[in-house]
């Protein structure tokens, strides 16, 4: 069986990604590798860094001519990823083609009514899930499908959601990302630490999970609950490994909560320093379960940067709707620490959550307002995803339609902003849109390198109803206001 797994043109194609860090899909990388190891035929086409247009995607596959073909997604690139499961089956019939990732984990059944090109769904981690559905058809056997715990699927216009897989307990016995399978010279990942300047970069991910319950996070939907990770030599073992083949001088950790076990952190910063291993590196963290002595730690084996979700700025807010219950405390005293041990830290907040009031919205800004001279600060409006609770709260307030499709890139029914927020759908309840707009643009004016500008064309061509007209129309409006007021004040 030929196995062929494919990036969308545009990758993860969020907002985040439009400024040079385009990174390894490692999901498809750990899927590769798996599937090597078990003797089979696997080709990764990473259509985002090759910058291929549809018709050399399509050629790749012709020529190939795969059994299956794999395509991997998140809801900010699921256009792309599901356009490119209707060319593979276009171009190249035969094929069975499958689509995995975060979004199609959480949107399994969605996908297989709307897209009939699409034959299977894998949900969840998809290293054995995968490996066994490959069996499967390599062996033509329908009837041995249902036993296949993590899928989703249809026959004869039937869809069938099997139970879902048991996590993988021990990632130790995972291989290292099938790296070798991509041209990742071409990636030119790069992250700019200071006093060092610009160095080679690795990307590596070393957990699955997430213990805690914020109302808009997808990951322990798509990783469980339960955190799972590699052991500290295993970690130091692949930082070594990225290093001596990959020349990598700077490592991105891109685990949800890279010290959710302290103890586990110390001991793989211990590993580094004892190996005396020249790396950089950067992670997210839990606030909460940080202190200034682990902290020190990392610096001393090469943490330069470190980011934490706050949300938001009403304890309220904090706790009773997001559920996450962390001080404000917490978060004085980290970047305190960091700006004492010479780290640079970002901080995360998220603007129009349930039954935030102005009040409370402006909580976030006073709090942005203190820490903007000692952090960087990161924003963004609530964003719904789906089988989150924030989903499920918004269809029960009547702000989010029972009958939307995740599929069906134009809804006038919902909110996105394409140029800067991808198309996700975003989250209003109690703010205005004029309410929202003049927080983000009074965040925006204060950080450096933003462009409005290049933003516009994408802008014009999403205005897709007279509801998108009006908002972009307060958004114009309030980018007016604020910047008067703020060249008043200057």
Known sequence: MKVMLLVPPGGYFAERWTKGTLMPALGILYIAAYLENKGMEVKVVPS???ELKWREIEKEISNYKPDVVGVTTTTENRFLAFELIRRSKKVYPTARTVIGGPHASMAAQDALEHIP???FVV????????YELVKALESKKEDSLSKIPGISYRINGKIFINPSRSPLHDLDL?????????????????LDVPGKGKLPAANLMTSRGCPFECNFCATPINWGRIVRSMSPEKVVEEIEYVINRYNAKAIWFYDDTFNFNPKRVEKICDLIMERDLDIQWTCELRIDVMTKELLSKMKKAGLYYVSFGVEAGSER????IIKKNIKLEHLYNIVRWCKELEILSNCFFIFSHPTETWQEAKETINIIERLKNDSEISISILHIYPGTNLEKKAKEMGKFPEDFTWTKKKDKRIITLPAAQGYVPLFQDKLSWADISELVFRWSFSKKGISYLRKIPVTLTSINSLSALKRYLIMFLVFLKVKILKIYKS
């Open 317 to 320: 807010i904090r706790k009773e």
């Open 117 to 119: 090109e699409l034959d």
């Open 174 to 190: 995972l291989p290292f990302p099938a790296r070798h399978l991509i041209p990742y010279e071409k990636y030119n990942f790069y």
């Open 48 to 50: 985002e860094v090759l």
């Open 123 to 130: 949900r969840g981690e998809g290293e054995i899930t995968t």
